[in-house]
């Protein structure tokens, strides 16, 4: 546990150095595309907070002077499968941006949706040592929550506290100076493979880069994809990718919960692929030109050309209705909702106040997903894209890229996490000092 | 012969030919473009790592017998234009161009501009065999120039990378636009000033440079012309000056000139000017003699400031001014004037002043008459005599060889011989007194 804490304080350290040179990078590594941006802190000429313009979490800090984005290579589920492909995917993508802002970075933030992403809620209980709530009190609070047996392997990817209680009072968001006797907190612990994120910061290391944090895609694509009043008052945010789809649900501000399922467009353009005999890249051509989920008449009129090349003439003259195209994709779409569905149950988005389910990601824009989504997760669906961010490029606007956009928010505003308070004063070497000290005092 | 050169190895790519219009028609789209034997340029199937999977895929060559090469063709027709968030999704990183090996697919301007039969008519100069092996879609198989290879990676090299990164780090950008040029510049110019007869060549060249420039008409200087009021005095300064003409307007140093200038006693004060037309015009301010004063043997004029103007060779010469004399006396010439100006009842009696000891002077006047005149209070002293002499008492008409007022409160006169003995005569008679 204090490995994990060192480690994540030493990439926060490495992110405040970062910013204080002014450039860093943010990369997304998915399974269809990898992305990367690079973020300029202190030259956005946007709005800027405070005169006429409210909080803007940090946006206003940066501008997006880099984009570079590639397929993605030796990714599946999110997860590396093969080492060099995917260190290739990553310089290229990182090359292209730093071309484009004529900079070189050092420094990059993560996001990934592999790793099988487990998330936890913890609470934890201790009395306050003076009449009113210190720092130190809330670095005990914060110690006291029982951690969970997250298994072997497994690391905690993000620790952040969501409520606090003060003696009956809860919901406090901060408890400091606050009169009471009694401090509580629960927290929101996601816990991910070690291996995965080890291979991860090693892909990196390889392009010369140092990682200077990590978060997980749906938390950040949420972050990106939900407005604030969906923060609030609780939402789902589902962000589509090429091999899994996440899930993330928020209330308060803070996200509650997080899972991912291990399947995703990469699937539809595969289905396609194997029930038509096409290639993968044709399949994923007919999905993205002519794909949807709700057949109408016209649809059967709609003939597409499936082309290849097998030379054989009778194969390569072959041609689907819409219909059909769409009678492979349902199904697929529909289990993948389900899933969703499923993992939504057990996470109890019912007992939610609000059950705003946001859709986001590459694979959110299939034509009728709306319609099909309202029918499996509830009424309150809707498409989601990502927020602007000063310096965007358009290309970099579609729903595709939420992830990569909240983690810009994320590096510039990033959320308290248990390791950024400091660790309770009874552990820490200070005290045997401080002892020592005393006793010196005393005797001389 | 374009199907000849279609085999030359160097012109078998595809490409733009180097900075010039297409070739038309294009040798290469009658024959095929060679392919290694015994392998395909393109297997389809997978797509190739590093390209999109939504990519259209790459049609392999040559084409089948049986016209397959239109495939893509007619799966174009029948294409809705894609949706606005495909274009947006892809165009960050899609290629404009195709990427290679797409030879039927993506038509280039050349091509598509030109009538359809130009496609496959026979070329002039074209062989038989080699137009049978083009139609029929088959390559000669002479291997020729290295095929393509079936993937492109739009990925860098590590190395590439590395270098890319190491070119974006702004020292070594800096040092590599800047200072490495700077250091190349300055090496260079550092071994060439080297050589001692490089350095002498420069300074040679610059010398012989200022030289041609101080020498152009504008700078030319043909004469001199001095005005005073005098024509020795102007002769005197251009002689002094001592130039030969003409020279360079450069060459003359105007301060040094003037200092010489009033290094002449009768100059008080001289300006000079380059005018237009090449003239050093000089001004010259003389100085006016106030007195003479015998220096010696010689006579000099002395302007009212005690400083010499010029030698007199005599007296007579001017006759108008007052003499002084005695060491010492010119540096004392304001008290002189003032003795002169007061004496002015005498002034037709005076012969001169004369500066005894450097301290007092001394009017000398006719018949040997001298008045001696104190170191302080000599003016009134000098009014105390001329009143003695213009009154009643006619001072100075008398016998009186000295009147000495070197005590103005005991003045002392001596007589002459004769009147002191005709003095004591008086006196004798006067008081009865008998003779001796």
Same mark, same amino acid.
């Given at each position: 546990?204090?490995?994990?804490?060192?480690?994540?304080?030493?990439?926060?350290?490495?992110?405040?150095?970062?910013?204080?040179?002014?450039?860093?990078?943010?990369?997304?590594?998915?399974?269809?595309?990898?992305?990367?941006?690079?973020?300029?802190?202190? #030259?956005?000429?946007?709005?800027?907070?405070?005169?006429?313009?409210?909080?803007?979490?940090?946006?206003?800090?940066?501008?997006?002077?880099? #984009?570079?984005?590639? =397929?993605?290579?030796?990714?599946?589920?999110?997860?590396?499968?093969?080492?060099?492909?995917?260190?290739?995917?990553?310089?290229? #993508?990182?090359?292209? #941006?730093?071309?484009?802002?004529?900079?070189?970075?050092?420094?990059?933030?993560?996001?990934?949706? %592999?790793?099988?992403?487990?998330?936890?809620?913890?609470?934890?209980?201790?009395?306050?040592?003076?009449?009113?709530?210190?720092?130190?009190?809330?670095? !005990?609070?914060?110690?006291?929550?029982?951690?969970?047996?997250?298994?072997?392997?497994?690391?905690?990817?993000?620790?952040?506290?969501?409520?606090?209680?003060?003696?009956?009072?809860?919901?406090?968001?901060?408890?400091?100076?606050?009169?009471?006797?009694?401090?509580?907190?629960?927290?929101?612990?996601?816990?991910?493979?070690?291996?995965?994120?080890?291979?991860? *910061?090693?892909?990196?290391?390889?392009?010369?880069?140092?990682?200077?944090?990590?978060?997980?895609?749906?938390?950040?694509?949420?972050?990106?994809?939900? *407005?604030?009043?969906?923060?609030?008052?609780?939402?789902?945010?589902?962000?589509?990718?090429?091999?899994?789809?996440?899930?993330?649900?928020?209330?308060?501000?803070?996200?509650?919960?997080?899972?991912? *399922?291990?399947?995703?467009?990469?699937?539809?353009?595969?289905?396609?692929?194997?029930?038509?005999?096409?290639?993968?890249?044709?399949?994923?051509?007919?999905?993205?030109?002519?794909?949807?989920?709700?057949?109408?008449?016209?649809?059967?009129?709609? !003939?597409?050309?499936?082309?290849?090349?097998?030379?054989?003439?009778?194969?390569?003259?072959?041609?689907?209705?819409?219909?059909?195209?769409? %009678?492979?994709?349902?199904?697929?779409?529909?289990?993948?909702?389900?899933?969703? !569905?499923?993992?939504?149950?057990?996470?109890?988005?019912?007992?939610?106040?609000?059950?705003?389910?946001?859709?986001?990601?590459?694979?959110?824009?299939?034509?009728?997903?709306?319609?099909?989504?309202?029918?499996?997760?509830?009424?309150?669906?809707?498409?989601?894209?990502?927020?602007?961010?000063?310096?965007?490029?358009?290309?970099?606007?579609?729903?595709?890229?939420?992830?990569?956009?909240?983690? =810009?928010?994320?590096?510039?505003?990033?959320?308290?996490?248990?390791?950024?308070?400091?660790?309770?004063?009874?552990?820490?070497?200070? !005290?045997?000092?401080?002892?020592?000290?005393?006793?010196?005092?005393?005797?001389? | 012969?374009?199907?000849?050169?279609?085999?030359?190895?160097?012109?078998? &790519?595809?490409?733009?030919?180097?900075?010039?219009?297409?070739?038309w028609p294009d040798p290469?789209e009658v024959?095929?473009?060679?392919?290694?034997?015994?392998?395909?340029?393109?297997?389809?199937?997978?797509?190739?790592?590093?390209?999109?999977?939504?990519?259209?895929?790459?049609?392999?060559?040559?084409?089948?017998?049986?016209g397959?090469?239109r495939?893509?063709r007619?799966?174009?027709?029948?294409?809705?234009?894609?949706?606005?968030?495909?274009?947006?999704?892809?165009?960050?990183?899609?290629?404009?161009?195709?990427?290679?090996?797409?030879?039927?697919?993506?038509a280039?301007?050349g091509y598509s501009a030109a009538p359809a039969q130009a496609l496959h008519a026979p070329m002039p100069?074209a062989?038989?065999?080699?137009l049978?092996?083009a139609q029929?879609?088959?390559?000669?198989?002479?291997? &020729?120039?290295?095929?393509?290879?079936?993937?492109?990676?739009?990925?860098?090299?590590?190395?590439?990378?590395?270098?890319?990164?190491?070119?974006?780090?702004?020292?070594?950008?800096?040092?590599?636009?800047?200072?490495?040029?700077?250091?190349?510049? &300055?090496?260079?110019?550092?071994?060439?000033?080297?050589?001692?007869?490089?350095?002498?060549?420069?300074?040679?060249?610059? &010398?012989?440079?200022?030289?041609?420039?101080?020498?152009?008409?504008?700078?030319?200087?043909?004469?001199?012309?001095?005005?005073?009021?005098?024509?020795?005095?102007?002769?005197? /300064?251009?002689?002094?000056?001592?130039?030969?003409?003409?020279?360079?307007?450069?060459?003359?140093?105007?301060?040094?000139?003037?200092?010489?200038?009033?290094?002449?006693?009768?100059?008080?004060?001289?300006?000079?000017?380059?005018?237009?037309?090449?003239?050093?015009?000089?001004?010259?301010?003389?100085?006016?003699?106030?007195?003479?004063?015998?220096?010696?043997?010689?006579?000099?004029?002395?302007?009212?400031?005690?400083?010499? /103007?010029?030698?007199?060779?005599?007296?007579?010469?001017?006759?108008?001014?007052?003499?002084?004399?005695?060491?010492?006396?010119?540096?004392?010439?304001?008290?002189?004037?003032?003795?002169?100006?007061?004496?002015?009842?005498?002034?037709?009696?005076?012969?001169?002043?004369?500066?005894?000891?450097?301290?007092?002077?001394?009017?000398?006047?006719?018949?040997?008459?001298?008045?001696?005149?104190?170191?302080?209070?000599?003016?009134?002293?000098?009014?105390?005599?001329?009143?003695?002499?213009?009154?009643?008492?006619?001072?100075?008409?008398?016998?009186?060889?000295?009147?000495?007022?070197?005590?103005?409160?005991?003045?002392?006169?001596?007589?002459?011989?004769?009147?002191?003995?005709?003095?004591?005569?008086?006196?004798?008679?006067?008081?009865?007194?008998?003779?001796?």
């Amino acid at each position: 546990m204090t490995d994990l804490y060192e480690s994540q304080r030493a990439m926060r350290n490495l992110r405040r150095q970062a910013m204080q040179r002014g450039v860093i990078a943010v990369m997304d590594i998915g399974t269809h595309k990898v992305a990367c941006l690079i973020l300029k802190f202190g #030259a956005s000429d946007g709005p800027q907070e405070g005169f006429g313009v409210g909080n803007m979490a940090g946006q206003a800090a940066f501008r997006v002077i880099g #984009a570079g984005t590639t =397929c993605s290579r030796g990714i599946r589920f999110g997860e590396i499968a093969a080492m060099r492909e995917t260190e290739r995917a990553v310089r290229t #993508a990182l090359q292209n #941006a730093q071309k484009m802002a004529q900079t070189r970075v050092d420094h990059a933030i993560l996001t990934f949706s %592999g790793g099988d992403i487990r998330s936890y809620g913890l609470e934890g209980n201790v009395e306050i040592e003076a009449d009113r709530v210190s720092e130190n009190d809330i670095a !005990r609070v914060l110690d006291a929550c029982d951690t969970p047996d997250i298994g072997h392997g497994r690391e905690v990817l993000h620790a952040q506290p969501v409520n606090f209680v003060l003696d009956h009072r809860s919901g406090l968001s901060d408890p400091r100076g606050q009169a009471g006797r009694n401090l509580g907190c629960d927290m929101h612990l996601l816990s991910v493979g070690t291996d995965v994120v080890q291979n991860l *910061v090693h892909c990196l290391k390889r392009c010369d880069v140092e990682v200077a944090g990590l978060a997980a895609a749906p938390y950040v694509s949420g972050r990106a994809a939900l *407005v604030e009043d969906e923060q609030e008052l609780g939402a789902a945010a589902i962000d589509m990718g090429g091999g899994t789809t996440s899930l993330s649900i928020f209330i308060k501000g803070h996200m509650i919960y997080a899972d991912t *399922v291990k399947l995703g467009g990469d699937h539809i353009t595969g289905d396609i692929a194997k029930v038509l005999t096409i290639p993968y890249s044709t399949a994923e051509r007919i999905k993205t030109l002519h794909g949807g989920l709700f057949a109408t008449g016209q649809d059967d009129r709609q !003939r597409i050309e499936i082309g290849g090349n097998s030379g054989d003439w009778d194969k390569d003259r072959r041609t689907i209705t819409r219909t059909e195209l769409i %009678g492979i994709m349902r199904p697929r779409m529909g289990e993948i909702l389900e899933e969703l !569905r499923a993992r939504l149950d057990i996470a109890g988005f019912d007992h939610l106040p609000s059950q705003q389910v946001v859709l986001t990601g590459g694979g959110s824009q299939v034509p009728g997903l709306l319609e099909m989504a309202a029918r499996v997760l509830g009424t309150q669906v809707r498409l989601g894209r990502p927020i602007r961010v000063p310096g965007l490029p358009q290309a970099a606007t579609a729903p595709g890229y939420s992830a990569i956009v909240g983690l =810009c928010q994320y590096a510039a505003h990033p959320q308290d996490e248990w390791w950024d308070f400091d660790i309770p004063a009874q552990m820490f070497a200070a !005290r045997p000092l401080k002892r020592a000290m005393k006793w010196f005092r005393d005797n001389w | 012969m374009s199907a000849l050169k279609s085999r030359d190895p160097m012109n078998s &790519a595809r490409t733009q030919p180097q900075g010039g219009a297409w070739l038309w028609p294009d040798p290469q789209e009658v024959t095929a473009p060679a392919v290694r034997a015994g392998r395909p340029v393109r297997s389809g199937g997978l797509p190739a790592s590093g390209q999109w999977p939504s990519d259209p895929p790459a049609p392999f060559w040559p084409p089948a017998p049986d016209g397959g090469e239109r495939a893509p063709r007619a799966l174009r027709t029948v294409e809705p234009p894609e949706p606005a968030a495909f274009e947006e999704y892809d165009a960050l990183t899609l290629p404009e161009k195709p990427i290679r090996g797409t030879f039927g697919f993506q038509a280039n301007p050349g091509y598509s501009a030109a009538p359809a039969q130009a496609l496959h008519a026979p070329m002039p100069g074209a062989t038989a065999a080699a137009l049978g092996a083009a139609q029929a879609g088959w390559a000669d198989p002479v291997p &020729a120039g290295p095929a393509p290879s079936p993937a492109f990676d739009p990925s860098p090299s590590r190395l590439a990378y590395r270098l890319n990164r190491l070119w974006l780090t702004p020292l070594v950008r800096n040092f590599l636009r800047l200072g490495l040029p700077l250091l190349v510049v &300055a090496a260079f110019a550092g071994a060439w000033a080297s050589k001692p007869e490089n350095r002498e060549m420069v300074t040679g060249q610059i &010398a012989q440079t200022v030289e041609w420039v101080q020498n152009q008409p504008m700078f030319r200087v043909t004469g001199i012309e001095v005005e005073a009021r005098s024509p020795e005095v102007a002769l005197g /300064v251009e002689q002094l000056l001592g130039l030969s003409f003409p020279l360079s307007s450069w060459d003359l140093d105007l301060t040094d000139l003037r200092a010489r200038a009033e290094s002449l006693d009768a100059v008080e004060r001289a300006w000079l000017q380059i005018r237009s037309g090449g003239v050093l015009e000089v001004r010259i301010a003389e100085r006016v003699p106030a007195m003479i004063w015998r220096n010696g043997e010689v006579l000099d004029l002395v302007d009212d400031e005690g400083h010499r /103007v010029a030698r007199l060779a005599t007296r007579a010469a001017r006759a108008d001014l007052p003499l002084i004399a005695g060491a010492g006396a010119p540096e004392a010439i304001a008290e002189a004037q003032a003795l002169w100006t007061a004496a002015a009842p005498i002034q037709g009696r005076i012969r001169g002043l004369v500066r005894v000891g450097e301290r007092r002077w001394d009017v000398v006047l006719d018949r040997n008459q001298r008045i001696l005149l104190p170191e302080t209070g000599a003016l009134e002293a000098l009014e105390r005599v001329v009143a003695m002499s213009e009154g009643a008492q006619q001072l100075l008409s008398r016998d009186v060889t000295i009147v000495d007022m070197r005590q103005p409160v005991r003045p002392t006169l001596r007589l002459t011989a004769e009147a002191m003995t005709e003095l004591t005569r008086n006196r004798t008679e006067t008081r009865g007194a008998p003779r001796r």
